[in-house]
């Protein structure tokens, strides 16, 4: 049987009404959970695991598929609206979603996020169905020195949300580096920064940080504008449908991401949160209107979410077909594999296709019940900004401090929540961008650690790090992407760089 | 961004503290890595390169925020209300105190009403009541259903059982 | 009325109070991971199987379980219900952590579970078996790259253990420390590396497709599921097992020690048990007692001398 035999086979199993009935109470306790800050998709998934117990196969992956991918797209509902980023691959949402939230269009925001994920869970799934074993014959061919490569890239590309100001942004970046330093070094086991607190031996957690600069940070700056009562709430200005125009600057941005988190997703090493940082640079360097970003231009939401969902999609990849979970979400569905005695894997295939089939179905139903239960409830979500101030920041640090509360109720970790919190407020009072922060404490140790692997394994040799063709083409890029803006501005030419810009859309 | 010099009420006095602040946090890495055994291994970079080229950079930028601070002024800055600041810090600082004491419930909603209390409704009565009663609905759907664990307290065990 | 309804609700609070075997279980890592699912298996099987009637599981992540640990022995001495999930990853960590509470500290009942380690190359490899990578080894330490888990974790113990049992100075061994089993498979899949050093389970599905070999495992049998050969079959003394154990509070009294150890009996005899190790594809290496007691100890020796050796601890 071909593919598409199979995949036909798998829809069949995955459309009788019991197991849509699964793939409903999936999706939405998935964007329920989803939802809150600092519960991301794998907490979910390991939360529910025992509810499927008692369920058959089939009607167990498909909750684990609608929990995922709810999850995955719950995230970027806070994102948006409250500019709490429910998990580090919604961060960069944060950025421009809440802007355009802020200025009234938060449901177009939510709906390009919304059919962005859709499109592009859609195009995921598809390619994981058709070239799943290509992609990880490519997937394997990143060592060491190819990911520090591309975690290079990444830090190049993303400096674009680095905002106005060169010097800020890369004083908001070191100290997410200097962040990043805290901890157990993962190379050799030595503690750093850590003062003898056992507690900072696992450093900092990215999401504490991010919900702490900008949860946090957000309400002590909001608060602080404040003087006396402020009962008023947000106006909802426009409509909550996209216009023509934002459909026009949506769908190219939405097959862009696509295509940059696929693959991304599908590397060992690579992961959801990389692939947004990697789309956002993209659609801001591809954009006809690179001004609008940072007010709030559409295409920075839907590139990145669109990114991030495919990435979800990329991660099954390596588990599907090499049995190789590469993010904390994988490693439980895996744990969910084995619940059934399966063991994921290059014969997974060959032994349970029906299995491997149903899920990849049950992933496109559930993708598109996501859909038609999101879109509606676009309108609701919207009326959380009616909601008085007082009683809506109240509401937000309760469940940012929940989401600590209940990963790691240690002081240690809320007292960090706290200062961090200060320290985002002081972030935004003297202008100095957030995200370079976040971005620091995730890139740092992983562009550390694979250059001093990359090196071992050399046993010193600095040259192997341009030594295969992928390697040193990915780094002659970052090089190109660093240098080029900035011969350019230095003489005089930013016209010619925006003119580039539209040329190459 | 950059404000001409001398428009504000103080120059650029915050300017130095910040530069300041990123100094001190330059030095605390070059400090730890100091007291870091160097084993590179074969890799010929050990765990206390990091540290060092981040506390470093770190200093650069001091200095560079500092040199600026001489042009212009950092940012403009509007008039903050520093009372809010308290209340909401105040109440994270009560809830940290009192969470493994009093719950998560009692605690929440104590941390509710204070930020409340920071946007300008200071009617305790009401906010507190309303957060406590908000924070114990999440603890059961959290604890119980989800078995998430969450600190429980007299109010938690008195209703829900141990 | 108020007062009958809080009357209720208290002698019902005080009901399940009374509840006798009621046990508390700390998983000291965070929600999802490997002691986590082991702390919820038990706490699912000691419920279904009637051995407690109420099984409640807190998670206190860090530091490879010695903040956990530390918590525990600190929090606990004395109270028969009150138990800790653990396993060999903390007698590496307590020792790296310079943690100031050991296993020392709490009353380890049995072993539950393991797994072995295994030695495993990419297909295209040629490196045929064991000994030959052990000559590449002795020839040039340094261009033998091992690709396995984290510093000073059973994988780096294990390559420890194996070095110093051939012969060659273990501070001088390559060891490339990934985050995860996955990452570290992906690159000895990729040949990124020369040798990878893992949980056997996460090889087993590579080499039945044939894309990896396995040149030996760490225990002192054959491991169901492969043909090869231990580390001792080869001339090297070396016997590892990367287990998971459940412990019990400090200062017990033996009456109290002896009634755990008789319900973490039953739930390891119990039909539910053993159902949910082969679900979970963990094998069964149960050791209670003195016998366990006695093999901990000397594993923590070992262990303090290898992690000397590769100079993790000083």
């Not at chain 1, 680095?162 to 030595?190: M, N």
């Not at chain 3, 020792?95 to 797994?115: C, F, M, Q, Y």
């Amino acid at each position: 049987m071909s593919t598409f035999d199979f995949l036909l086979q798998g829809l069949g199993t995955a459309i009788q009404p019991m197991i849509l009935i699964y793939a409903l109470i999936g999706v939405t306790l998935g964007t329920a959970v989803g939802v809150l800050p600092g519960i991301g998709p794998a907490l979910t998934v390991a939360l529910l695991l025992p509810v499927t117990y008692g369920l058959d196969p089939a009607g167990s992956l498909i909750m684990f598929a609608g929990i995922y991918y709810g999850g995955m797209y719950g995230g970027s509902t806070t994102s948006i609206l409250l500019n709490t980023p429910g998990e580090s691959a919604s961060i960069v949402t944060a950025l421009e979603g809440n802007r355009m939230a802020k200025a009234g269009r938060g449901g177009p925001a939510l709906a390009t996020a919304a059919i962005g994920s859709f499109v592009a869970g859609l195009l995921a799934t598809l390619a994981l169905a058709f070239l799943a074993p290509h992609i990880v014959k490519l997937a394997l061919v990143f060592g060491p020195r190819e990911y520090f490569a591309l975690m290079m890239l990444a830090f190049v590309t993303v400096s674009a949300a680095f905002g106005d100001s060169t010097l800020k942004g890369l004083t908001s970046l070191f100290i997410g580096l200097g962040l990043a330093t805290v901890g157990i070094d993962g190379l050799t086991g030595q503690a750093r920064m850590s003062f003898g607190i056992p507690q900072l031996l696992d450093g900092v957690e990215v999401t504490t940080l991010a919900v702490a600069l900008f949860a946090l940070g957000e309400a002590l700056f909001v608060a602080a504008q404040t003087h006396g009562l402020a009962d008023k709430v947000e106006a909802i200005k426009g409509s909550v449908r996209m216009t023509r125009e934002d459909w026009r600057r949506s769908w190219p941005a939405w097959l862009r991401g696509s295509a940059i988190g696929f693959p991304i997703g599908a590397m060992p090493a690579g992961g959801a949160d990389i692939a947004s940082f990697l789309s956002y640079g993209t659609e801001k360097r591809m954009s006809k209107h690179p001004e609008e970003f940072g007010t709030g231009a559409i295409e920075g939401v839907a590139g990145p979410e669109a990114a991030n969902n495919a990435a979800a999609a990329g991660t099954l990849v390596p588990l599907l077909t090499l049995g190789l979970p590469t993010t904390a979400t994988a490693a439980i569905m895996l744990a969910g594999f084995q619940q059934f005695g399966l063991q994921p894997g290059p014969l997974l295939f060959a032994t349970a296709p029906q299995l491997v089939w149903g899920l990849i179905a049950s992933l496109l139903i559930a993708n598109v019940m996501l859909l038609v239960l999101n879109l509606p409830l676009i309108r609701f979500w919207v009326l959380l900004l009616r909601i008085p101030r007082p009683w809506l920041y109240a509401g937000i640090m309760l469940f940012a401090t929940l989401g600590t509360i209940g990963v790691n109720p240690s002081p240690v970790e809320l007292s960090m929540l706290l200062l961090f919190g200060f320290m985002g407020y002081g972030l935004r009072l003297y202008g100095y961008p957030i995200a370079p922060v976040v971005v620091g404490l995730i890139l740092g140790p992983m562009a550390e650690q694979q250059l001093r692997r990359a090196l071992a394994i050399s046993q010193g040799d600095w040259t192997t790090l341009v030594a295969t063709p992928l390697a040193a083409a990915l780094l002659g890029i970052a090089a190109l992407a660093l240098i080029l803006p900035l011969i350019l501005r230095l003489r005089g030419k930013g016209k010619v760089l925006s003119q580039i810009a539209g040329d190459s859309d | 961004m950059t404000g001409q010099a001398g428009t504000g009420r103080r120059p650029d006095g915050a300017a130095f503290i910040i530069a300041a602040l990123l100094a001190v946090f330059g030095a605390v890495p070059l400090w730890d890595a100091s007291t870091i055994p160097d084993k590179g291994g074969y890799a010929g970079i050990g765990p206390a390169a990091m540290p060092k080229v981040v506390g470093w950079a770190l200093i650069a930028l001091a200095a560079t925020t500092a040199v600026g601070a001489f042009r212009g002024r950092l940012a403009d800055v509007p008039r903050q209300n520093p009372v809010p600041l308290f209340w909401i810090g105040g109440g994270l600082v009560l809830q940290i105190a009192l969470l493994h004491t009093i719950g998560f419930s009692l605690a929440t909603g104590i941390l509710f009403a204070t930020t409340a209390a920071g946007f300008g409704k200071r009617n305790l009565v009401l906010t507190l009541p309303v957060g406590i009663g908000f924070a114990f609905v999440v603890y059961a759907i959290f604890d119980r259903l989800l078995q998430l664990n969450l600190p429980g307290g007299p109010l938690e065990t008195l209703i829900l059982g141990g | 009325m108020k007062h009958a309804i809080l009357g209720a609700v208290l002698a019902v609070a005080s009901a399940t109070a009374a509840f006798a075997e009621e046990y508390t279980i700390m998983a000291p890592a965070a929600p999802g991971g490997g002691w986590d699912s082991t702390a919820r298996t038990i706490q699912e099987v000691m419920v279904a199987e009637g051995i407690s009637g109420n099984v409640q599981v807190q998670n206190v992540p860090g530091a490879g379980g010695t903040v956990g640990l530390a918590q525990f022995a600190a929090s606990t001495a004395g109270d028969p219900k009150q138990l800790i999930v653990g396993g060999y990853v903390m007698v590496g960590a307590i020792l790296t952590n310079a943690s100031p509470v050991s296993l020392a500290d709490v009353t380890p009942i049995a072993r539950l579970t393991g797994e072995a380690v295994g030695i495993a190359v990419s297909a295209s490899s040629p490196i045929q078996n064991i000994n030959e990578l052990v000559e590449m080894m002795k020839a040039d330490p340094g261009a033998v790259s091992w690709a396995g888990g984290s510093a000073g974790g059973v994988d780096h113990i294990t390559v420890g253990l194996l070095a110093k049992a051939a012969g060659i100075d273990p501070t001088k061994i390559n060891y490339v420390a990934f985050s995860g089993g996955g990452e570290a498979l992906a690159a000895i899949l990729g040949s990124q590396v020369t040798v990878g050093i893992s949980g056997v389970g996460e090889f087993l599905p590579q080499v039945e497709a044939g894309a990896l070999r396995m040149l030996a495992v760490s225990t002192a049998e054959k491991w169901p599921g492969t043909d090869a050969p231990t580390l001792m079959e080869s001339g090297y003394d070396v016997n590892v097992q990367n287990w998971r154990m459940i412990a019990a509070a400090p200062g017990l009294t033996d009456d109290q020690k002896a009634a755990v150890m008789a319900d973490i009996d039953k739930l390891a005899n119990s039909a539910g048990w053993k159902a949910a190790l082969e679900t979970k594809g963990w094998a069964n290496t149960y050791l209670a007692g003195a016998d366990f007691e006695a093999q901990l100890a000397k594993e923590i020796e070992a262990t303090t001398a290898v992690l000397k050796d590769i100079g993790l601890v000083q």
